[in-house]
């Protein structure tokens, strides 16, 4: 029956547009904002949907570029098309009119545009399923469609333009804020964050700082959050591993430290902290360090004399049979 319901919905709102349906025109009816960091220069979108994987058809952004939203009754080629309109220097709204202006389905288009100065551009087309509407503030922009109430896009600009801490942070604020306004009619099922730098540096995998996806969970938000701080965490790992691999393994410590403290329970991020110890000269602080993961799975200890093989583990033929008697 609700496959029904869907499908008549899909005709009516193609009969009304004057167009034929078309698979990359989803019903992504959703909040999201794209905002941008003034310190860092990084540019972020995060959105929410009643919609599988929403982070596939909304979310876009490129380094040095921008960010793009595009929603509601979604045409997704306003991302890279949004992307490469702006790198050519038009501006958020010069980019953003010169689609709609060739888009038969403008009417039913959500869509927000930022890039790399700030300035953004939004629209939300006449026809877009109350309650829908957008916020513009200070490089940044909130907008949403098919919201149980009209007060989502403006509790999500209080939210962020308040919240302290990073682009990524502040973001989840204005996703948490839309929530407690009882946000999308029909529920909620995915989320996505996008986060990219605001000077692009030529490598694909240093110019994306954050990209997570919740394809479909009971409460998309709360995953998100947790992938956050999990991605943070690993970003402390990262760096620790690099500070390990150039021999400078005090540094290594403090970063595996931060890394545990935002994700104590976690198994690898203790033993990597007590390898590190080790090679710290601090053995017998590592030792109850280890005996403790050890009990928990034995493979981490044949981890441990391959580390030596690798010359990541600094330690003496004595040293190393006390690690492998815990």
């Known amino acids: 029956m609700k496959a029904s319901v869907f499908l008549i919905l899909v005709l009516f709102s193609t009969f009304l547009s004057g167009q034929s349906y078309k698979k990359s025109e989803p019903f992504t009816h959703t909040y999201s904002i794209v905002a941008r960091d003034s310190v860092t220069g990084e540019m972020g979108v995060a959105v929410q949907s009643h919609w599988f994987s929403v982070g596939s058809v909304v979310t876009y952004g490129k380094a040095g570029v921008g960010v793009v939203a595009t929603q509601s009754l979604a045409n997704p080629s306003y991302g890279p098309k949004g992307l490469t ?39 939300t087309g006449k026809l877009c399923i109350a309650e829908a509407g957008h916020y513009q503030g200070k490089h940044f922009s909130v907008q949403a469609n098919m919201m149980l109430k009209n007060t989502v896009w403006n509790a999500m600009a209080t939210a962020f333009e308040q919240h302290k801490g990073s682009l990524s942070e502040r973001m989840l604020a204005a996703l948490k804020a839309a929530e407690n306004e009882k946000g999308d009619i029909r529920g909620r099922q995915s989320a996505a964050i996008l ?106 200890k044949i981890l441990t004399q391959r580390l030596v093989k690798s010359e990541l583990l600094q330690i003496s033929k004595n040293d190393l049979d006390k690690v492998l008697k815990q």
Do not use: C
């Open 85 to 123: 309109l702006m790198e050519q220097g038009l501006s958020p709204q010069q980019a953003l009119d010169d689609l709609l202006a060739n888009d038969s389905g403008e009417m039913y288009r959500q869509v927000a545009f930022l890039n790399q100065t700030g300035k953004v551009a939004t629209h």
């Open 195 to 300: 986060i990219v730098k605001g000077t692009a540096t030529g490598n694909s995998w240093e110019d994306t700082v954050m990209d997570l996806r919740v394809e479909d969970h009971q409460n998309p938000i709360a995953e998100l959050e947790r992938l956050i701080t999990i991605h943070k965490a690993y970003d402390f790992m990262n760096k620790g591993d690099l500070a390990m691999e150039k021999g400078n393994s005090k540094e290594a410590e403090s970063l595996y430290l931060e890394a545990q403290k935002l994700f104590p329970n976690h198994i690898e991020m203790q033993y990597w902290y007590a390898i590190n110890l080790i090679n710290n000269q601090q053995i017998d602080k590592a030792l109850p360090i280890l005996k403790s993961i050890f009990k928990q799975d034995a493979n981490w």
